[in-house]
Each structure stands twice: as structure tokens, then as C-alpha cells.
């Protein structure tokens, strides 16, 4: 499937995989987390009110976006608001609305074929050829010019989303023609095709710059004592919708540049659709945050819909799930070029820079 010069790298034999895991909200223990105990308890009726309103209003939303499998439309269409720009939009909701259920494979419950890391692990990371990265530097450059720009304004305090841009197929054509002609070299595409069973295509592509000022996975709960992080910090499950993720690094990286993480194995744990559904829903409504007003909310949640899939900061050292999540995670030290494609649905956590600078293009395939 790989063509030549092309590299699969295995991952360390030390870690031990995530044994069959079958989620249930218990598993995060939210009142014996010193940021979390006594909240619930407390909450007024109209907390509890604000709260339940706040879930159905972003429930409601969420199943529309599901419905129409809104991460699977182009960016460009998603971005143009003209009439014409609306009216294409439509259509291509409408198409995926009556397409049916296009994710077959739920990892979860699919048997592992023989020799399909992607399968087993959850996450499969190849080597690129020098002169194929050489090539998406130099065609990807002014996409990391404008997205530095844009970060230079902001300094400290930078959430996620400002780390990262977005392509547009129709403005860096080249870009998205060399990012495919990689990923279809590169077996990327043909091992997602197996693992969706159907075809997959390119859907976005996102140039991410990661570095010291980051600090969205630091200040978690700002209002209490920094302390250590938890060994499972910034770990969590995608909201995104979408399938697979392909991570290209345009940096060497090592221990302390951000290496993206990933729970070997945690592709296989079982979740009923429901509960992905509400991790979803809280993880994009805000109440999944953990600054003290979206914890408040959360807390006065009934005990059922306290999920989210950002759920790593706020697993307790004793916790079981967490000790599985620490002896499984990979961190993925590896160099320029290297490509780390992964199940969105595993538990995984994006790269925490203490020096220096890591780059990355991110590629959603679904
Ligand atoms: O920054 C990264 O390495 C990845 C962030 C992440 O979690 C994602 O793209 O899903
Ligand atoms: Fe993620």
C-alpha cells in the first residue's frame, strides 16, 4: 500500500495497549475531583435550570450538524455566505442527509485485520521521503506566513483554535493537490479507506502553529492553585464529527515541542452512540470547559449528561481509567515529515510546547 521511501513507524513495545474499555460517565468520579466536589450539591434550581437549557440549546444544534454531517462539508463551503454560496450549501447538506450513515465502521465494534495498525492501535504514523516534504514547505508557506502573522497579535492567553488555520481548496489549490498526492503515496488513504470501509476524501486542511505561549492546555483551572498538571492533561476524545485526522509534522519533534499523544488501543472502547452524543454536545456548549462558571453548570447537570470529551483534566491520579490512559499513550517523538494519521474517537491529546516551536498541517479525511 506504501510506496517506496515511504516509512511505517511501530510504536514503543513498553506501552501497554488500553484493555477492553466500556465508557460509562461513573468512569470520571467528578465528586471526589477537588474542582468538581460539592458543586452539584449545591447548585440552585435556577443553576440547574441554566444549566439544562444551555444542554438542550446546544443538543439541538449539535443533532442538526450531525444530521447533515457538517464537518464532512468543504470549508469553502461552509464559508461562502452568498446566496449562490448558501444555496450549494444546502445542496451538499441535502446529499449527505440522504447519503445515510456514512461512518459503517465504528472502530469499536469492528474485528482488528491482520497487519492494520490503524486498526489495532488506533493511530499509524509513516515517514515521508525528503524531497516530497521539501515540496509541501515550500507550497504550504504562504498559508504559515499568514497564519504566524496572525498569531504574532496575540501574545499570552492563546486558545486553541488561534493556533490554527484554514486552507481553502479553491485559493491553495496546489497546496491541496500535494497534500493528496502524499497521502495516496503515502498508503495514508487507502488505510483509511479500509479502516471507513469507503472512500475517503480530504476534507480540510489546517496549518497549526504550537509553541511556549500556548495556553490553552495550562490554565485549566484558573482559579485554583496551579500545581502539577495531571498525567492525562489536554487528553480527550474529538467533538468534531469527524472521521480521521492526518497530522503532518513540518517540525522534528521531540520530548519538549509538542509531541501529539495517543492512548494505543483507545479506538476499540465502547461508547453507546447517546453518550457520545451528550460528550459532544458539552464538550461544544461550553459546559464541558473547566473554568469555574462552566463547572458550576456542568455540575448541576443531571448525573447522566455530566460527559464530556475533554474529559482528561479532570481524571484524578487513583483514577483507573487513568492509569490505563498513561500506560498507553504514546507520545510521538518523530521527525519532520512524518505523517500520524488516527481515529478522531480515540482518546488522544494535541502538543503541549514547553520549548521551542512545533508545525504542523492537521487533514481531516472523513
Ligand atoms: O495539536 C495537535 O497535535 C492535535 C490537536 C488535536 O487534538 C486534534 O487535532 O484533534
Ligand atoms: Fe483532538
Given at each position: ?12 513495545p ?11 460517565p461513573e ?6 475531583h477537588?474542582a468538581?466536589?460539592g458543586?452539584?450539591?449545591a ?9 439544562g437549557?444551555?444542554?438542550a440549546?446546544?443538543m ?29 450549501f444546502?445542496g451538499?447538506a ?9 461512518r459503517?465502521r ?7 485485520r ?20 521539501e ?10 506566513e ?51 470501509g ?8 489546517n496549518?497549526?502553529?504550537?509553541d511556549?505561549t ?12 496551579a500545581g ?15 472521521d480521521?485526522k ?6 522534528d519533534?521531540?520530548e519538549r ?23 459532544e454536545?458539552n ?23 455530566r ?6 483534566n ?10 490505563d490512559i498513561?500506560a498507553g ?16 474517537k ?20 472523513g
Amino acid at each position: 500500500m506504501t510506496s517506496p521511501g515511504y516509512v511505517i513507524l511501530d510504536p514503543d513495545p513498553a506501552l501497554r495497549p488500553m484493555p477492553d474499555v466500556v465508557w460509562r460517565p461513573e468512569l470520571i468520579d467528578y465528586e471526589h475531583h477537588d474542582a468538581y466536589r460539592g458543586l452539584s450539591a449545591a447548585a440552585d434550581p435556577r443553576t440547574r435550570l441554566k444549566a439544562g437549557a444551555v444542554f438542550a440549546a446546544g443538543m439541538a444544534k449539535l443533532l442538526l450538524k450531525r444530521a447533515i454531517r457538517y464537518e464532512m462539508i468543504p470549508y469553502d463551503l461552509r464559508a461562502d455566505r452568498s446566496v449562490a454560496g448558501r444555496l450549494r450549501f444546502a445542496g451538499a447538506a441535502l446529499r449527505n442527509m440522504t447519503a445515510g450513515s456514512m461512518r459503517k465502521r465504528h472502530a469499536a465494534s469492528t474485528a482488528v485485520r491482520d497487519g492494520a495498525p490503524l486498526d489495532q492501535h488506533g493511530v499509524m504514523v509513516i515517514s515521508v521521503p525528503a524531497d516530497r516534504v521539501e515540496r509541501l514547505e515550500q507550497v504550504s508557506a504562504p498559508q504559515f506566513e499568514t497564519l504566524a502573522a496572525r498569531r504574532g497579535k496575540s501574545n499570552g492567553q492563546r486558545r486553541f483554535e488561534e493556533s490554527r488555520g484554514q486552507a481553502s481548496r479553491i485559493a491553495a489549490a496546489d497546496l491541496f493537490a500535494e497534500i493528496e498526492t502524499l497521502l495516496t503515496e503515502s498508503g495514508v488513504m487507502a488505510a483509511s479507506n479500509a479502516y471507513l470501509g469507503r472512500t475517503a476524501r480530504l476534507i480540510d486542511v489546517n496549518p497549526q502553529i504550537n509553541d511556549v505561549t500556548d495556553s490553552f492546555w495550562r490554565d485549566i483551572f484558573p482559579d485554583r492553585d496551579a500545581g502539577d498538571l495531571p498525567a492525562t492533561a489536554y487528553c480527550h476524545r474529538d467533538a468534531s464529527g469527524g472521521d480521521l485526522k492526518a497530522i503532518i509534522y513540518l517540525s522534528d519533534v521531540g520530548e519538549r515541542n509538542g509531541p501529539f499523544s495517543y492512548v494505543l488501543g483507545s479506538n476499540r472502547m465502547r461508547i453507546s452512540r447517546l453518550d457520545d452524543l451528550i460528550c459532544e454536545a458539552n464538550d461544544s456548549n461550553g459546559l464541558g470547559a473547566t473554568d469555574p462558571e462552566a463547572r458550576k453548570l456542568f455540575a448541576a447537570l443531571p448525573a447522566r449528561l455530566r460527559q464530556k470529551g475533554a474529559f482528561g483534566n479532570d481524571l484524578t491520579p487513583d483514577s483507573g481509567i487513568g492509569a490505563d490512559i498513561h500506560a498507553g499513550l504514546w507520545a510521538i517523538q518523530a521527525k519532520k515529515g512524518s505523517i500520524v494519521l488516527f481515529d478522531t474517537k480515540g482518546i488522544h491529546r494535541g502538543g503541549m510546547v514547553v520549548d521551542g516551536e512545533r508545525r504542523v498541517i492537521t487533514c481531516v479525511i472523513g
